[in-house]
Structures are given as C-alpha cells and as structure tokens.
C-alpha cells in the first residue's frame, strides 16, 4: 500500500504507510498489543501482509508510536472521539445572554421580559440587563433605576455576577441562576 495521508473536518490529519518518515518506531497491533521497536520497514510488511496499514499514532513519543489498523475505521473512531469532544465542550459553556430595557418601558413588556430572563437563567445562561437612556431620560435616573430594580424583582432568585453599574448613560447588571 502506498502513502496515505487522510484531512477530515477541522484538524483531523493521519500519517499512514509510506508518509511515516521515522526509521525506528515502537509498534502496536490492531488489538493493542505491543509488537516492540523496529525499523519501519519491517513494520509495513507485517501491515501488508495483514491487509492493514501502518499509522502513526503519535510522534512526540521516544521513539514514536505506531499502530497496525485499518485507516478508515481508525478515522471513523478519531471523528467520533472529535464529536464527543466538541459536544461536551458545548456543554459546560456558559453563554451570556442580553436582555434591553428603557426607563419608559410598560410594566407589561418587563413581565415578559423577566419571564424571558428567568428562562435564559434556569437553562444555565447568565444574564445581562442593560439599560440606556437617551436625550430627557437621562433628567430622572430615580426612575430609571426604580424601573431596574421594579425588573429585577420580576425575575426572583439570582445573584449578582457583577453588581449594578451606571456608566455614561447606560445601566448594567450581570446575574446568574440563585443558589
């Protein structure tokens, strides 16, 4: 078999057979069994003869680790374990998701948007409220700020990521689910 080199999805790469350019490797069967150091010449026709190819495992080793397996399903497991990865990684990611307010906002439209925040918080987002206030509104910051804390009781249980900030002209807060 001649060299085969193999790029699937994002960073995926497998050295095989005639692309392996290390003269003395430590080599494995397809069961995982240890077959020992030797050239990799004598390592690619017992690959051969099996019907298999020589892969590299990995090349950092002293000396590097080989495999004899069957490329296409060495890929399939390699992407498998790649997919699993990336999936439990979106997991344990926290996003911060933002909610919009106005000091003029209705009692209504806070109702709806607390519920909407309870929810980013029970699904395990943090959540940032942010309001700003233009031209006249910045004349009643109280109201503003009566307005925020009006929102926040709206929501129930959660503690502060950072607390209540006023900048410039905007309102912020940043909470999570309460303990």
């Excluded at 095989?16 to 690619?44: C, H, P, W």
């Excluded at 490329?71 to 439990?88: L, P, S």
């Excluded at 804390?149 to 689910?177: C, N, P, Q, T, W």
Aim: proline share 2%; with cysteine; net charge positive.
């Amino acid at each position: 078999m001649d060299g085969l080199t193999i790029k699937k999805g994002g960073n995926l790469q497998i050295i095989a057979n005639d692309l392996i350019r290390f003269t003395k490797i430590r080599v494995t069967d397809s069961t995982g069994e240890s077959l020992g150091i030797m050239s990799k010449y004598d390592a690619q026709e017992i690959a051969d003869e099996q019907g298999l190819d020589l892969i590299l495992v990995t090349e950092h080793a002293d000396p590097p680790v080989c495999r004899i397996f069957d490329a296409g399903k060495f890929r399939y497991e390699a992407q498998k374990r790649e997919k699993e990865n990336r999936k439990k990684q979106a997991e344990t990611r926290i996003d911060v998701k933002e909610i919009r307010l106005r000091p003029g906002t209705d009692v209504h439209d806070l109702q709806v948007k607390a519920k909407h925040a309870a929810e980013f918080l029970n699904s395990g987002d943090q959540v940032k409220i942010s309001m700003r206030m233009r031209g006249r509104e910045l004349a009643n910051v109280k109201l503003a700020e009566e307005n925020f804390e009006k929102f926040l009781d709206l929501i129930g249980e959660f503690h502060y990521i950072k607390r209540r900030v006023f900048v410039g002209r905007m309102l912020s807060a940043i909470i999570a689910k309460g303990d």
